[in-house]
């Protein structure tokens, strides 16, 4: 009797790759998740920065003008009195701040003292930025310590 060949693998060859790309998968996808965290914190302060360095050229724009802002704690969302003057110098610097949940900046003697920003649960700062740690409870104030 003739003994013919079959071609493909088998069911326990098929089982035996399946468990190899699980564990590799068990291994792999957790660490992976931390680097998307930290990704999206690096993100939020980066876009804190460049808030950061807007409003720092802002203020050096209105003040080369002769307007004068007083010294707090400003929102990109509101726009009335001297938060309105600094947002609409921003606009020309950092038009993707609209995007963002939260965008707020601390103003002291004319000169930018700290940035903040909020994407859904990320949060980041300048110059003290967010950590994969405390990024959830970040606030401006610690962005400006």
């Known amino acids: 009797m003739k003994t013919r060949k079959m071609k493909g693998f088998t069911l326990v060859e098929l089982i035996v790759v399946i468990a190899i790309i699980g564990v590799l998968a068990a291994i792999l ?21 460049s808030l950061y360095d807007a409003v720092a050229t802002s203020l ?34 950092f038009e993707s701040v609209t995007e963002l949940d939260a965008a ?15 994407d859904g649960a990320y949060a980041g700062g300048y110059p ?5 740690d405390n990024y959830s409870s970040f606030t401006l104030a610690q962005a400006c310590s």
């Open 29 to 49: 996808v957790p660490s992976m998740l931390g680097y998307v965290k930290k990704s999206k914190v690096s993100a939020m302060n980066s876009n804190a920065k």
């Open 60 to 93: 050096v724009e209105l003040d080369s003008e002769g307007t004068s802002v007083g010294s707090t704690n400003y929102s990109y969302k509101t726009n009335t009195g001297d938060a309105a003057k600094i947002n609409a110098k921003i606009v020309n610097y």
């Open 104 to 118: 707020e900046y601390q103003v002291k003697d004319m000169s930018c003292e700290g940035a903040y920003v909020k």
């Open 128 to 132: 003290t930025g967010s950590t994969t």
